[in-house]
């Protein structure tokens, strides 16, 4: 690894660090290579942090076999890192998204352990820490991004201690139960460990880690803060049991930052009149019905949308909501369409809502409009103004963006959320309709109490759901990470 700065290279004093560029290389119709917003709710969030800071931004531009140099785009310094086509196979699509994603997700897949993806895995974490280390300026602030970067915080600091490293996970962290199946589990904690702040959405998410921390490294954790001796006795290796705190250590915070959204942007967008108009239409091209029940998720297992399906097709079965009434809006986005699990739940849903509405639509009135394409931002917002009922299933879920953007853009006080209490959000979004999904009983009810809510306890609800997104938006969740962050480098300089 490289060992300082190299020569010419413009430094940064802030660098984020994420799998994912924020914009995607992508060829146009006329051959071209051009750029398009990268999705999922990563990105949403740290845009505007970046933003404020004059900082550079690593990951992969998103297409194989793409070495391109560094760019500015949209105001930000992108630090593009390749991948070839096999890497983005086993690294991406393998490790990260069929090993580490079901496993954090509480096994709702079968995560699958093929030691050349964790190879790959190694290989590419320690390519993202060399580029992370070449643009860093001396006693920059590194901000690395999810799980698939676990090992970049301890690559970072063995190159360069000058740095203060933060790391976040955007993803749940699963209880020792199931972590303790990963071979690697013990190099993915010695890699975390390598940052400063370790932060979690959630307190339990911040307490499974601690506990994977004390039974694999055997190391003293007190409330957020975990002593890491600076000499590992055990190096790659589980500890047999607790280590002796006589040494001399660094105290590594983890702890619980909840993310949230740029709830302002949610506000100003969805008070616009032609928002509000492009609402109106939606509706009335819907039909008019009395209800619009909306879902928007990634195409993804862990977002419950099985399960949302069943639950309204039993509804609609029994004939407790009538397709003349009722109408269920599904946003699929695209997402990892290479990973086996992914194209499978593709048929499924598919087949299930060919199913629903060759039963229950009628001509002029369908039960499910169905969407598997990506939508701009703003005809999000208008969906989400457009939408009575929201519908948040998630059978486990970091945080859930969705839902807290569903609240900031209710600046009519109305609509109701239906939210997963397995997702990290119904931690802050108490007000919701809260339900666990894999109760299809439970999940008729709520969205039958949602469809008949009277407006005086809608209005109450979101109000108070809205106080709380716009109190702790995706501002706090930044300068409070980054105030942590720099914190620590005051408590203990190297
Ligand atoms: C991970 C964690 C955590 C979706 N479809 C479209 C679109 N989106 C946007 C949404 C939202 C984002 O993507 C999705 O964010 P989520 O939080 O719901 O889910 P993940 O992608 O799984 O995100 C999650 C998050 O990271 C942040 O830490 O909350 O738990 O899994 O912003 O609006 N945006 C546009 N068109 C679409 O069609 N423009």
Not at 41 to 60: I, K, N, S
Not at 72 to 100: C, H, K, Q, R
Not at 162 to 167: A, E, K, M, P, Y
């Amino acid at each position: 690894m490289s060992q300082r700065p190299v020569r010419n290279q413009r430094q940064y004093d802030f660098i984020v660090v994420s799998n994912r560029l924020p914009v995607d290389s992508v060829i146009d119709g006329d051959g071209n290579q051009a750029w398009a917003p990268s999705p999922g709710g990563l990105v949403a969030a740290l845009e505007p942090v970046m933003h404020r800071h004059d900082g550079a931004w690593v990951g992969w531009p998103g297409r194989a076999d793409l070495d391109l140099d560094p760019f500015d785009t949209d105001g930000m310094s992108l630090i593009p890192v390749p991948l070839s086509e096999a890497e983005v196979a086993d690294y991406y699509e393998g490790f990260s998204n069929a090993t580490l994603w079901p496993l954090y997700h509480d096994v709702i897949a079968v995560p699958e352990f093929l030691r050349e993806w964790w190879e790959t895995y190694r290989v590419v974490n320690r390519r993202f820490a060399e580029r992370t280390a070449e643009v860093a300026g001396r006693g920059a602030v590194v901000w690395v991004q999810d799980y698939q970067l676990q090992l970049v915080p301890k690559l970072l600091r063995d190159a360069r201690p000058d740095l203060t490293i933060g790391f976040f996970n955007h993803i749940p962290f699963p209880s020792y139960g199931l972590f303790s199946q990963l071979p690697w589990r013990t190099q993915i904690i010695e890699g975390l460990l390598g940052a400063d702040v370790v932060g979690f959405q959630r307190d339990a998410d911040a307490g499974n880690f601690a506990q994977a921390v004390r039974r694999l490294k055997g190391f003293a954790t007190k409330g957020q803060h975990i002593a890491v001796p600076l000499t590992d006795p055990n190096p790659g290796r589980r500890a047999s049991g607790p280590v002796r705190e006589d040494g001399p250590t660094r105290t590594v915070v983890a702890r619980k930052f909840p993310i949230s959204i740029d709830a302002p942007y949610f506000r100003a967008t969805s008070h616009r009149e032609d928002i509000r108009a492009r609402a109106n239409e939606i509706r009335a091209d819907l039909g008019n019905p009395k209800v619009i029940m909306l879902g928007v998720d990634r195409l993804d297992y862990t977002k419950g949308i099985r399960h949302r399906l069943l639950a309204y097709g039993e509804l609609l079965a029994e004939g407790r909501v009538k397709p003349e009434e009722v109408i269920l809006v599904q946003v699929a986005s695209p997402s990892r369409e290479r990973v086996k699990s992914y194209m499978d739940l593709r048929d499924e849903v598919e087949v299930t809502v060919g199913r629903i509405n060759g039963e229950y639509s009628a001509i002029g009135h369908q039960a499910i409009s169905y969407h598997h394409h990506s939508y701009p931002r703003e005809e999000m917002v208008a969906l989400y103004l457009a939408a009575d009922v929201m519908l948040v299933t998630a059978l486990r879920d970091g945080m859930n963006l969705v839902a807290k953007e569903y609240v900031a853009s209710r600046f009519d006080n109305d609509g109701v959320l239906v939210l997963s209490e397995f997702a990290g959000a119904s931690d802050e979004l108490k007000r919701a309709v809260l339900v666990n999904p894999h109760d299809i009983e439970g999940l008729k009810e709520a969205m039958m109490s949602a469809i008949e809510m009277p407006p005086a306890e809608r209005a109450m609800r979101m109000r108070s759901m809205r106080k709380r997104v716009f109190e702790d938006d995706v501002e706090k969740w930044s300068s409070g990470f980054l105030d942590t962050l720099t914190a620590r480098r005051t408590a203990e300089p190297t």
